[in-house]
């Protein structure tokens, strides 16, 4: 008896040669996702307007909604025919993220927690001071390097976001920024959750849209990308000549101490750190800001401040003092308030310049090292009230 398959778009035809009965089978092969419109260049949406017989210049169009006008859905470009955006409906899709849950602190900060189109959250923070609008953005889902100190170290990586998913928390947040408190986005930092340079690919894109003309059109001297330490991911940085500014979160000045609070540092030693950022400096002409959490009794001491004082002789720097913002498990404690003014004076008569950061929002776990997505989706607003999604 002879059988043939018919295969279909979703359904399989098993038809037996010898009989007028024919069995019909759903196909287990689900139909392919639709790409997202926004992983395509300007070039490569041009080529596929014109091979489904469209204007080129219409490619110029799509992108200022996508880019400029930060559009997540082809309905809302309206200078386009109702044909053409039937078309990219039919062939592409979005990914956007929303926020799904916010919380306010007492100090005005604002801790959005950001749901991803595959269901997967990621917190981000606005940051607002007298002076500037701060967006802190994260990078991944979840964090690899483990970074004992860190709540976020604490989670598996699941996966790199896209550049357009980083990209909409900028987006989201300078509209939180205008609707909570009538002003601008100013600053944008590369500080929350994952590693910006293991995701160096869609991290130099999503700064490329922020920052470009047809983009978001901000200054990449307003851009911080913060960095556990990746040598030769550092010197990259360096041969693209970026212009947008570079932290390291440091911590330890010596690589005893680093190894057991970092274990990145026991590939990426102060040495090889020292001259990958040497030779960042040469390409960009950019100093690097170290970033410094001083524990308690373990490296708020003396000796501690000279070993961060002799390293920044070795590299063009400045410091951020960080102020310790504890996790759950207790493992570290803030420091005492005489030992970090102590610490920062021994600093500053070495000739290094110095700030001490204040943690912000640190009632909501939105402070430095304390996105862990904790959140239950509760909405809280500035009066204290809270309303369940």
């Known amino acids: 008896m002879k059988r043939v398959m018919i295969r279909c778009t979703n359904i399989v035809f098993l038809s037996n040669l010898q009989s007028d009965h024919c069995a019909l089978y759903l196909c287990s092969m689900s139909t392919k996702p639709k790409p997202s419109i926004r992983s395509l260049n300007l070039d490569e949406i041009k080529s596929f307007l014109e091979s489904h017989g469209e204007?080129?210049?219409?490619?110029?169009?799509?992108?200022?909604?996508?880019?400029?006008?930060?559009?997540?859905?082809?309905?809302?470009?309206?200078?386009?025919?109702?044909?053409?955006r039937q078309l990219l409906e039919e062939h592409f899709s979005f990914m956007p993220v929303s926020i799904d849950s916010f919380q306010v602190s007492k100090d005005r900060t604002i801790k959005d927690a950001f749901k991803l189109s595959d269901g997967n959250i990621v917190e981000g923070?606005?940051?607002?001071?007298?002076?500037?609008?701060?967006?802190?953005?994260?990078?991944?889902?979840?964090?690899?390097?483990?970074c004992k100190f860190c709540a976020t170290g604490k989670l598996a990586r699941i996966r790199n976001l896209e550049a357009e998913e980083i990209y909409d928390q900028v987006v989201l947040i300078r509209d939180q920024a205008k609707q909570h408190?009538?002003?601008?986005?100013?600053?944008?930092?590369?500080?929350?959750?994952?590693?910006?340079?293991?995701?160096?690919?869609?991290?130099?894109?999503?700064?490329?849209?922020?920052?470009?003309?047809?983009?978001?059109?901000?200054?990449?001297?307003?851009?911080?990308?913060?960095?556990?330490?990746?040598?030769k991911m550092i010197k990259k940085l360096g041969d693209d000549?970026?212009?947008?500014?570079?932290?390291?979160?440091?911590?330890?000045?010596?690589?005893?101490?680093?190894?057991?609070?970092?274990?990145?540092?026991?590939?990426?030693?102060?040495?090889?750190?020292?001259?990958?950022?040497?030779?960042?400096?040469?390409?960009?002409?950019?100093?690097?800001?170290?970033?410094?959490?001083?524990?308690?009794?373990?490296?708020?001491?003396?000796?501690?401040?000279?070993?961060?004082?002799?390293?920044?002789?070795?590299?063009?720097?400045?410091?951020?003092?960080?102020?310790?913002?504890?996790?759950?498990?207790?493992?570290?404690?803030?420091?005492?308030?005489?030992?970090?003014?102590?610490?920062?004076?021994?600093?500053e008569d070495k000739g290094i310049i110095v700030n001490v950061r204040r943690s912000r929002g640190k009632d909501i776990d939105a402070a430095c090292g304390q996105l862990a997505n904790k959140n239950e989706a509760i909405l809280k607003t500035e009066t204290g009230s809270v309303l369940k999604k």
């Open 241 to 347: 000549e970026v212009k947008f500014n570079l932290a390291l979160s440091l911590h330890a000045a010596n690589d005893e101490k680093r190894n057991k609070i970092m274990p990145i540092n026991e590939q990426n030693s102060l040495d090889a750190l020292a001259e990958a950022l040497n030779y960042f400096y040469e390409k960009t002409g950019t100093r690097v800001t170290f970033e410094f959490i001083v524990f308690k009794d373990f490296n708020d001491g003396i000796q501690d401040a000279q070993e961060l004082a002799a390293y920044c002789r070795r590299v063009k720097a400045k410091v951020n003092i960080i102020e310790y913002n504890p996790i759950d498990d207790g493992e570290f404690q803030q420091t005492l308030p005489q030992r970090l003014d102590r610490f920062k004076e021994v600093l």
């Open 55 to 84: 204007k080129g210049f219409r490619a110029k169009q799509i992108w200022e909604w996508l880019w400029q006008k930060s559009v997540t859905d082809f309905e809302s470009m309206t200078n386009l025919s109702k044909n053409t």
């Open 181 to 231: 408190y009538d002003q601008s986005l100013t600053n944008i930092v590369y500080m929350g959750m994952g590693e910006p340079l293991l995701n160096y690919k869609n991290m130099m894109t999503s700064i490329d849209r922020i920052t470009s003309p047809d983009g978001l059109g901000m200054s990449p001297q307003r851009i911080t990308v913060s960095t556990a330490g990746i040598a």
């Open 125 to 146: 923070v606005l940051i607002p001071t007298d002076s500037r609008m701060t967006a802190c953005i994260s990078s991944q889902v979840g964090c690899s390097l483990t």
